[in-house]
């Protein structure tokens, strides 16, 4: 008996899936700056952000950053 | 009207669509993310309506006790959790689960019990909410310890929605497939990180950004949610129906 099996492309875990039918249009250029270079400095600057304002965060939860 | 009455009226109809959006998204696929991810910005839009309730009909207890608690308290938490049910194994993810909605159930009932606390006498409809809500709820240690559960969520919210999403888009990038998904996820890291600093600005005492940074947060997270699950060309639709043997 067969029957369908919904694979939800958009999900990670099917990503493994995805390699063999991707089309040009879903790579990423080797040599586009934007994508080497720009981008891996523009998650970095993300994940600082977000280190600093954690560590705001975790201030006021401890009293040091005074709570208002 | 001024800004501070506009900017929340503008980000409630977006975190509307938003929410319709993610919430259509689990109608049709069932994966829990998507249910936490519109349940969370739902409360994110409840909070945005309940600013704009209070730059035009004036006081209600209801309605900040709306805004405090789902507006400032809850709503990160809930979107990051839907984040987390993405990587998390099934058992973790249950048992953060059971933790995130006893916690908020916690949190609601030390809410209703700050309500009777409340002083609106100073209460100025032309100030926005964030800005006076200091001196209309009483300190910690009069009473207010629901204000000590806000930075658990958020801190709770911001690591997981934004670490999660900072952490997809640096995979696709260095797999180097689907820039779109890098893209989107791109742009929900940098609007749940505005929203987090104009959060952060009002618990420093520094309310007047927060409209702004809420506007900036349902605009670029939207666009980001759709611009991460939009069909890439050919075959890379969003879902597929393949066949498979069974039995």
Known sequence: ?68 | MNLARILPFVSTIVMLAFTVSVFRRWLERRKAHFLFWSIGLAMFGAGSFAEAYFAVAGWSPLVFFIWYLFGAALNAGWIGHGSLLLFARKRWAHVVTVLLIAGSLFAGYLMLSVMPLLDASTFDRALPISEQYRTIMPSVSEGATVRLSTPFFNIYGLVTLVGMAIWSAWLFLRKQVLPNRVLGNVLIATGALSIGLASTLTRLGVGAYLYLGELIAALLMYAGFVMAGAPAPQTEASSVTETAAAD
Do not use: C
């Open chain 1, 1 to 68: 008996m067969v029957k369908p099996k919904v694979v939800d492309r958009n999900h990670p875990k099917d990503e493994p899936q995805r390699a063999s039918l991707k089309p040009s249009g879903s790579r990423i250029q080797g040599d586009s700056i934007f994508y080497t270079r720009l981008l891996p400095v523009v998650l970095g600057a993300l994940a600082v952000m977000t280190v600093v304002l954690i560590i705001v965060a975790a201030g006021v939860l401890v009293g040091v950053i005074p709570f208002r």
